[in-house]
């Protein structure tokens, strides 16, 4: 082996351990405690206020098994509860954002035991955070990985990216969710059409539909996320979970009250220092300076 080989390859060696240590050193103390075995989490942005959180069975296609899921509720619950972050991003690989749940393991699942048990009850973190959610999707998004994407607050798509409720394929029917959010999103006569045959939508599909806000290449997909979650967490996070409040709300309620809801969300902005800080700003032309109170 020659010498400038050796030294090229300590070189190299010490590159990457200090970009190791590096990464290290920029992720914040309080996440660092936390191992986990099928998700992998990040803080990303450029003030560190985006909580990264990456479906990482990469065997599997990301099938959400019990275990996923009981991490992912522990990852997005621990970054609901930290004031400094104020979005969060769902990925998964290029291949598959999530496959579907894990078929293996619910194989020979009784109806005592599912019932018994609320099987599925437990996938509601997504849903339940107060903290706006994007979901990054790559790849297939399929029954559970569908279902688990509309928990979230937007869905931006990769352009190979495939959406569907399969589950009739296999003799079930969607369990998180998947009859009642596509439904509110697509219309009920293409809903029906999913869930009774199967079928995948294609990102353009989908965006046409209004399952999806906007489509990106592949390889830029998660850029674009980070992107838009800067553009989010710019604002008052208080403010933001509030209008996020507000417009989940459309979902659960009438139109009369929804719009009296929201006009008591309004409403309570005025008990805010950031919403007196933002019109403020307005009104002397600069920019505001929130402070999330």
Request: proline share 3%; with cysteine; hydrophobic share 40%.
């Amino acid at each position: 082996m020659s010498l400038a080989f050796s030294l090229k390859k300590i070189i190299s060696s010490r590159s990457l351990v200090n970009k190791v240590l590096t990464t290290s050193l920029s992720f914040p103390k309080r996440f660092q405690s936390t191992a986990y075995k099928n998700i992998l989490i990040d803080v990303r942005g450029q003030n560190k206020d985006i909580g990264f959180i990456q479906l990482n069975r990469p065997r599997a296609l990301n099938a959400l098994n019990a275990e996923l899921m009981t991490e992912l509720e522990q990852a997005v619950t621990k970054f609901d509860s930290d004031p400094s972050i104020g979005c969060m991003i769902l990925t998964g690989s290029n291949r598959a954002f999530a496959a579907g749940a894990d078929i293996k393991e619910m194989q020979n699942k009784s109806f005592s035991e599912v019932c018994k048990g609320n099987f599925l009850s437990n996938w509601t973190a997504l849903a339940e955070s107060k903290t706006p959610i994007i979901a990054a999707v790559n790849g297939f998004a399929l029954g559970g990985g569908c279902e688990i994407a509309m928990m979230c607050d937007i869905i931006l798509a990769g352009e190979k990216a495939e959406f569907g409720q399969p589950e009739i394929v296999i003799g079930t029917i969607p369990g998180a969710g998947g009859t009642q959010r596509l439904t509110r999103v697509v219309g009920k006569s293409k809903a029906m059409e999913m869930v009774l045959t199967g079928d995948r939508i294609s990102a353009k599909d989908a965006e046409l539909y209004g399952l999806v806000s906007a489509i990106h290449p592949v390889e830029s997909l998660v850029d674009e996320a980070i992107k838009l979650a800067e553009r989010i967490t710019r604002h008052s996070k208080l403010t933001v979970q509030l209008a996020k409040e507000a417009v989940n709300s459309a979902y659960e309620t009438t139109l009369a009250q929804g719009i009296n809801h929201e006009r008591r969300l309004f409403h309570a902005t005025f008990a805010t220092n950031d919403r007196k800080e933002g019109m403020t700003a307005f009104v002397e032309k600069r920019k505001p300076n929130f402070t999330d109170l």
